[in-house]
Structures are given as C-alpha cells and as structure tokens.
T-cell receptor
Framework: EDKVVQSPLSLVVHEGDTVTLNCSYE??????LLWYKQEKKAPTFLFML????IEKKSGRLSSILDKKELFSILNITATQTGDSAIYLC???????????FGTGTRLTIIP | GAGVSQSPSNKVTEKGKDVELRCDPI?????LYWYRQSLGQGLEFLIY????????KSGLPSDRFSAERTGGSVSTLTIQRTQQEDSAVYLC??????????FGPGTRLTVL
C-alpha cells in the first residue's frame, strides 16, 4: 500500500524565517510527487516533481525530489503571514490515477 | 476560466438521512476525483472517473457511498443513511487526462 509521511506535523515560525517541510514516501511504480497548499478548504497546486535532483522554484517556494532516498522537501524563504496554511504532499503511481496524500504540515507564521 | 465548483459549501444533516454533494469540474477536463478529508487526517481517495471508462470505486468506504457522473461532466456523490463518522470535508478534483489535479473548495458535511 502506498504511503506518504510528512514532518513536522506542525510548525510555528516568525515572519521572515526560512522553513523546510519534509515528505517521505513509499510507492510502487512511482510516477510523480505533488505539493499542495491548503488554506481553508481547497488545496491549491504548488509543484509536481518527477525527476531527482531538479529543483522546482516559484518565487520564495522551491522543492526538490530524491528518488533514491524516497523523499522530497519544500522550502519557503522569507516567510510571510500569507504562507500560513497546511502543506500537503501526495504521490501518484503509474497506472493508478488516485493521489495518496500525507496528513500535511500545518505551518503558522507569526507576524 | 472557472475552476472546480462544489455545492453546497456546507451541509448539516441528521444521522440516517441521505445527502447529495455536487461537483462541477473544469470545462474540458476528462477526469474527476472525489476525496474525503476528516479532521486531522490527510485526503482519502474515494472514487475516480475518466471519460467513459468504468469508474475506479476502490476508495469508497462502504456501500452507502455512491457516485455518478452525467454526460462526462457534473458528478454527484451520494451518501445514504449518513453516520456521524461520515462528517468530513468532501473534495472534488478534476484533471485533463492524467495531468495535474485541481481541487474545488469542498463541501463540509456535518452529521448530527
């Protein structure tokens, strides 16, 4: 059974700090790993990672995948209060369209 | 264009009643997914539709849950004889074939 574990479960930092969120996974026939940001209810797509060692970057957010060690990290630099959310990691397997999600990391940014 | 929409945004019902949750996917998207998010839990896959193919129902927790997708577009998730453990946020997502899934705002279901 596919499995995704995220750490930490929750994180509280001050505005301007840099944070690193972790996601480890076990999946048969890995296809991709995705990061979503969830504020209120709707998860919004951040990144899709399929290849090891290639950093995806969007503004202050970046993510990288290690397919040998089966993990990914999501970095957020110069955090702002608007970054407060639950960050979800999910994996997709070949031939299986459903996403398997971790329980998420709840990030709180204190002004 | 418009994103995925879901209705109602909130639903409170009594134990034993049936409920219907609606999802309108992004226009042109071929695939539609239902997930459930219980308090403190990650998103749990329920059911997946892709075009005219038979749906993947492997995530439905019991036979009280069913879903249909009419005309390859709008989908309805039905929960019969609701139980308190059905209380959760029900999220719908759509994608163009196997591309990125985009989520709707969800329906928060509370079973009293």
């Amino acid at each position: 059974e596919d499995k995704v574990v995220q750490s930490p479960l929750s994180l509280v930092v001050h505005e301007g700090d840099t944070v690193t969120l972790n996601c480890s996974y076990e999946v048969t026939n890995f296809r991709s790993l995705l990061w979503y940001k969830q504020e209120k209810k709707a998860p919004t797509f951040l990144f899709m990672l399929t290849s090891s060692g290639i950093e995806k970057k969007s503004g202050r957010l970046s993510s990288i995948l290690d397919k040998k060690e089966l993990f990914s990290i999501l970095n957020i630099t110069a955090t702002q209060t608007g970054d407060s959310a639950i960050y979800l990691c999910a994996v997709e397997a070949l031939g299986n369209e459903k996403l398997t999600f971790g329980t998420g990391t709840r990030l709180t940014i204190i002004p | 264009g418009a994103g995925v929409s879901q209705s109602p945004s909130n639903k409170v019902t009594e134990k034993g009643k049936d409920v219907e949750l609606r999802c309108d996917p992004i226009s042109g998207h071929t695939a539609l997914y239902w997930y459930r998010q219980s308090l403190g839990q990650g998103l749990e896959f329920l059911i997946y539709f892709q075009g005219n193919s038979a749906p993947d129902k492997s995530g439905l927790p019991s036979d009280r849950f069913s879903a249909e997708r009419t005309g390859g577009s709008v989908s309805t998730l039905t929960i019969q004889r609701t139980q308190q453990e059905d209380s959760a946020v029900y999220l719908c997502a759509s994608s163009f074939y196997r591309d990125t899934q985009y989520f709707g705002p969800g329906t928060r279901l509370t079973v009293l």
